[in-house]
């Protein structure tokens, strides 16, 4: 069946107030996002399923699986080495390092891709997909994009990985596009989208929606089995294994938010749905949310190769 229309005909069978797969039940927002029986409303992202395991954006509690704190700084992690940088930029070493699945890394992230799949990847290739954009996190924060101090900051401690050059040129995240795309959102809907989600600490929607940009494309999904996509896909996995926190700007300030194993499998089967344009079966959902259990019961450690 075509991918797109079984994604459509999949929307046509939930209820329009949920939105994106969760492995830990309902998570609520204020208003919703989704409006899934509109012909051109919009779509759900990639994980979407049947109630009790859809999201609801609806009134009410606004409690995620993610937790999130308010600092004047960054936080740093106990176990974590990390750029050692205020909110402003200042490093006291010369060279500042990130690690795998930020996008201040993406050149040893194309180096170490290059060595394990034999092909090329380079900015001629691939770009630096932000699966929650710039724009979203640094959206409040008054500053320019590229500034030294804290915009840099935000863009380059951001989670990112490295997507095939046209798919991620096409995607409705990237650049302005003011008609709406496949999945019905424009450059703008989707940013607001994103940033919603952001700021009630969905991490994991916040990405599946990223990747409901790809569902859609056909051309990615074709790639997808390349080693330039394989490569894309690894990268992707890298980025998610390695997500522990996000940080973005909240005013003069900025607020970080922590993933849970949960989200990481959520966003794992965002990924798989954007690949295939099928929706997850049932017991790929129960394995993901077996592994996300057993992840969380045996103490997950915060881990970050760095560069």
């Known amino acids: 069946m075509d991918s797109k229309l079984q994604i459509r005909r999949q929307n046509e069978t939930q209820q329009s107030n949920h939105a994106s797969l969760s492995l830990q039940g309902q998570r609520s927002l204020s208003q919703p996002l989704v409006r899934s029986q509109s012909t051109r409303g919009l779509y759900p992202a990639p994980g979407m399923m049947q109630a009790p395991l859809g999201r609801q954006l609806a009134s009410g509690n606004t409690n ?65 997909e932000h699966a929650i954009g710039f724009e979203v996190i640094n959206r409040t924060s008054g500053e320019q994009r590229g500034k030294p101090g804290r915009a840099r900051y935000l863009e380059n401690t951001a989670p990112a990985y490295q997507e095939t050059y046209q798919e991620h040129r096409d995607h409705v995240g990237t650049g302005t596009k003011n008609s709406e795309d496949e999945s019905g959102f424009n450059s703008t809907s989707y940013r607001d989208a994103q940033r919603k989600l952001l700021e009630h600490h969905d991490l994991s929607s916040a990405v599946q929606l990223n990747q409901l940009g790809y569902a859609f494309n056909r051309e990615f999904q074709r790639k997808s089995g390349t080693r330039e996509g394989q490569a894309a896909n690894d990268s992707y996995e890298a980025m998610v294994n390695n997500m522990n926190e996000l940080t973005f700007a909240n005013g003069s300030d900025n607020e970080t938010v922590t993933t849970t194993s949960f989200e990481r499998e959520e966003m794992r089967l965002a990924r798989k749905t954007a690949q295939t344009g099928k929706w997850p079966s049932q017991e790929e959902i129960q394995q993901a949310r077996d592994n996300a259990i057993r992840s969380e019961e045996q103490g997950r450690e915060p881990t970050r190769a760095n560069n």
């Open 64 to 128: 995620s699986g993610s937790s999130a704190h308010v600092d004047s700084v960054p936080a740093v992690g106990q176990k974590r080495e990390r750029p050692q940088e205020d909110q402003n930029g200042q490093s006291a070493n010369k060279k500042r390092k990130y690690g795998l699945g930020q996008h201040g890394a993406k050149t040893s992230e194309q180096k170490r891709l290059t060595a394990q799949y034999g092909v090329k990847v380079s900015g001629e290739t691939h770009q630096s």
